[in-house]
């Protein structure tokens, strides 16, 4: 017998909790996980899930995590606050007995709060990485992945990834073959290609006109197609070169050269989405020699080849705008 329990809080959403559980039930209707037994269990009193105009009490309080081979927390309802000590002290509980415990999206900031996390690498859904990263500075957390299976203390990001680690889990509990046929009779693939990186987005820093180096920036975004050497970056702002690099890491946090390859990988992704031009070209547009030269690059900031990325997210043909010099 596997033990499932699946720890919510009042007004969790019946949506966020399909994506929680849904994988084991499909297995259990499937015939897969026969002996699974799957309790959902208020992380406090009178807990009700809420969706699409239903609520639904939850029927089991948290006595019913003390068995629980696995505990899962798919959400939180906000990031800012403090979990209910019980819910927390019973996490804590179920860990020291040997019993997994994973934390889906927000559901991470629980197992932090818990002081599961600290020293441990985790991920959260990517948008609220940097508040996670801040509330808790012990956790080592990467938001670049789907999820992260450190053993006892499992972690996933946003959405469609608790999905990916159900299967990731039923993969490791049944073999490979179960989790293969059990997402082609759910129609989803086994295992996604990349992680959460092709879906993070990477917002400009506000920009001051009055700056010399934001000018440059600026400046520099209109001309990605051509060769952009940080010298003559810093001749446009009257600086040398010393103090321009240094003024440009205050602003960004990065160096010129690697700040402006990161700005070329975001023109390839807008171009990828909504052009249907041949990468080669793309990758001429973005200040690349050829197809060869941009996919090193983008791969290692988005986690998938430049192919793969437009199979995922491309949805308009066209052409690009002109780039304004």
């Not at 446009?236 to 602003?251: G, L, P, V």
């Amino acid at each position: 017998m596997r033990r499932l329990a699946v720890v919510v809080f009042n007004g969790a959403s019946l949506g966020a909790m399909s994506f929680a559980f849904g994988v084991f039930e499909m297995a259990s209707a499937f015939g897969e996980l026969p002996d699974l037994e799957l309790k959902v269990v208020g992380g406090e009193p009178d807990t009700a899930l809420r969706g699409g105009g239903l609520t639904v009490q939850v029927p089991e309080d948290l006595d019913a995590v003390r068995d629980a081979d696995l505990v899962l927390v798919p959400n939180w309802r906000s990031p800012m606050e403090d979990p209910p000590e019980a819910a927390l002290a019973a996490l804590r509980s179920a860990h020291d007995r040997g019993a997994r415990v994973a934390g889906l999206c927000s559901g991470a900031f629980v197992l932090a709060a818990a002081g599961l996390l600290d020293g441990r690498p985790a991920t959260t859904h990517w948008a609220m990485a940097p508040l996670l990263a801040a509330r808790f500075p012990a956790v080592r957390l990467d938001e670049s992945v789907l999820y992260i299976d450190d053993g006892d203390i499992l972690t996933a990001g946003g959405g469609a990834a608790g999905m990916d680690l159900g299967l990731h889990l039923i993969r490791s509990w049944c073999g490979a073959e179960v989790a293969n046929r059990l997402a082609k009779g759910m129609v989803v693939p086994p295992h996604r290609p990349g992680g959460q990186a092709q879906y993070i987005e990477s917002p400009m820093p506000e920009l001051d006109e009055g700056d010399p180096v934001s000018e440059t920036m600026a400046w520099a975004l209109t001309r990605l197609d051509t060769a952009l050497p940080v010298d003559e970056l810093a001749r446009r702002a009257h600086m040398s070169r010393r103090n321009y690099d240094r003024r440009f890491r205050e602003i960004t946090g990065a160096a010129p050269g690697t700040w402006l390859t990161h700005q070329r990988v975001i023109r390839a992704q807008q171009l990828l989405e909504s052009t249907d031009l041949p990468v080669d070209e793309i990758a001429r547009y973005c200040g690349f020699s050829s197809s060869a030269a941009l996919r090193p690059h983008f791969r290692r900031q988005v986690g998938v080849t430049p192919v793969s990325y437009r199979e995922t997210f491309g949805t308009r043909l066209g052409v690009p705008e002109p780039i304004l010099s």
